[in-house]
Structures are given as C-alpha cells and as structure tokens.
C-alpha cells in the first residue's frame, strides 16, 4: 500500500532553492545585460559543448570513488603547453588542434600519474588535495611558461615571446585555431550556431563511457567505488586501479582544452580600434594591455580590465 506525501509549498521551496535562485537571477541580470536572445542561445550551447567535456572527465573518479577530480586542470595546462608549441609552429585549424591533442597526451599523462600517485597517499581527502595540486603546478607551469621557453625550450617566433628575450607573453592569439571544431560542420538555426562536431565527438564519448564500464577494468573501478577493502580482498589491485582514473580523467580534461582554446573575455567597451577586444593581462605580470579581435595590437589598454576576468591562469575553469 503507497503512503501518499503531502508536499507543500515551504518543501517545495527547500528541496528545490538552487534552481529557483538560478532561475530568479537570470531573470533579473538576463534583461539588465542588453544581450539580444541569438547572442545568449549561442554562447550558451557553445559553453554547453565544451563544458560537456568536463563533465565526462569528472564520470571516470567518481566511478571509482575518488570524488569530482579538481585535478583535472593539470589536463588542461598540458592542453596549453602543446598549444603554445602549435602556435610556434604556425599549424593552424584542424590540424593544429589534432596535434595539440597528440602532444598534450604525454605530458596529461604524467601529470596524472603524479597526481594519482599523491591521492593514493590521501585516500578519504581527493578533492581537496586535487584543489591545492592546482596550486603547485601552476607555479611549475609559469616557471615552464615564463622562464624557461625561449631560454632552455627552443621558441622560433619572437612575436610570442616577451620583449626580454624569453618567456611566453601573457596572452598568444589563437584566432586560427579559435572555434574550428564550432565551425566544422555548424548548422546555422534562427541565429543560433549548433556545432555539430563537437556534439557529435561528446555522442562518441558518452559511448565510450557506457562501454568502459563494462570492461574488467571499468568493473574494478565500480567495486573500488563501493567498498576499497572488499576490492583489495577481491585481488583487485585498488592504488593502480585509482591511479588510472584519475590518468583518464587528466586525458579527457586535456583533451577538451586543446580542441577548444578557451573563448577570450570580450569586454563591450574595450578600445577604440575596435569594440571587441581580446583581453591580455594576467594578475602576476604585466600592466593590461589589448589584443583586437583580428590580432592586432592595440595601443589603448583595455578600460574594463579586471584582475579577476583574466585569461591565462590555467587554474580557471
């Protein structure tokens, strides 16, 4: 016999605050930005595409109980590192993104074997130790970026370098390579660009998940989820098991980074060049400058630049 539950409106409010707070305040910011309805339908399934990636490379550790992987942004500075070396090698569009994927499996995979390595050390504290590995790294990756290529890694062209002679500058145009999975095979609908490819590539995927969990492998990492101890007395092998996930992880998110190059901030009011401009200053360096959207440099810094929109630090989503 089913016990009916009277839900009323106070339960409502409580089980559901967060969406009901998403909801109020897009619609108060929505009208008060002065966006037109094609602009927000395009940058929101443009971000849904790629933040779809993301969120595949979170399945694979939480599958294995290792909760959500903070540490997936190791993935995403190998991601950059391989586009700074494509972008020196002037190899635009699609080949310069398969290669960049190609070049950032090497270094995603020993980040994420570091990384795995470290949480197995820390079971029972994943995410809060995937949290501060973002903070170490970084610091390796802007020794790497900063002072190391140009004077120890070979840079062929000055133009992204820093006026010093070594060190990449703060922010390297990606407007050849910016978007081109976006534009592959796009469907233009009332405005509104659909990129076909991208989810076309996330369809594949998510089948390559549904598949994985099946394998002996994806079976271990289910039983090392529910319960570690009865996965060690199983003959499971629970500190390699992990340390594969989290390495899939670290692939994924490197993955996702160098197929698509994170979108510029775009100020409404930067220049007077050009209305568009392409935000170039990071926190910890040089004072703001811009970059116009066709890669031109522009002598007026940008008036809307804020040390929290920046867009070099690898550590941002």
């Known amino acids: 016999m089913k016990i009916k539950k009277n839900v009323n409106g106070f339960d409502f409010l409580q089980n559901n605050l967060v969406p009901l707070m998403f909801i109020i305040i897009c619609a ?5 930005s002065d966006f037109s309805p094609s602009y927000l339908l395009n940058e929101i399934v443009t971000r849904m595409g790629r933040n779809i990636f993301l969120i595949l490379s979170l399945l694979i550790p939480i599958m294995a109980g290792m909760g959500l992987n903070f540490g997936m942004t190791l993935g995403a500075m190998a991601g950059q590192v391989a586009l700074i070396f494509v972008t020196d090698w002037q190899i635009w569009g699609i080949p310069g993104v398969v290669l960049a994927m190609i070049l950032s499996v090497p270094f995603s995979v020993l980040l994420g074997l ?3 390595k470290l949480m197995n050390m820390a ?9 501060m590995m973002n ?3 970084t610091g390796l990756y802007q020794l790497l970026v900063l002072y190391f290529m140009g004077s120890i890694i070979p840079i062929k062209h000055a133009s992204i370098m820093l006026p010093r002679g070594y060190g990449i500058r703060n922010t390297v145009g990606l407007l050849n390579m910016r978007q081109c999975l976006d534009n592959e095979f796009a469907i ?6 659909i990129p076909v490819l991208n989810f076309i590539i996330i369809a594949l995927l998510c089948l390559f998940i549904v598949w994985f969990r099946r394998t002996k492998l994806g079976q271990d990492m289910r039983a090392v989820g529910q319960d570690m101890e009865v996965a060690q007395a199983a003959g499971i092998n629970v500190d390699r098991t992990r340390i594969i996930s989290i390495i899939i992880s670290t692939v994924f998110a490197c993955r996702i980074w160098a197929t698509c190059p994170p979108t510029p901030v775009m100020p409404r009011s930067a220049c007077s060049a050009s209305p568009r401009c392409w935000l170039a200053a990071p926190a910890w360096r040089e004072p703001p400058s811009a970059m116009c959207s066709w890669g031109s440099s522009c002598s ?15 550590a941002m989503p």
Do not use: A, D, N
């Not at 007026?300 to 690898?314: A, L, Y």
């Open 28 to 32: 108060i910011c929505i009208p008060l």
């Open 188 to 193: 233009l609908y009332k405005g509104v660009k």
């Open 123 to 131: 079971k029972g504290r994943e995410m809060i130790l995937g949290y």
């Open 114 to 116: 570091l990384c795995g």
């Open 300 to 314: 007026t810094p940008c008036s809307s630049w804020r040390p929290g929109r920046v867009s070099p630090s690898p």
């Open 135 to 137: 903070y170490f790294v």
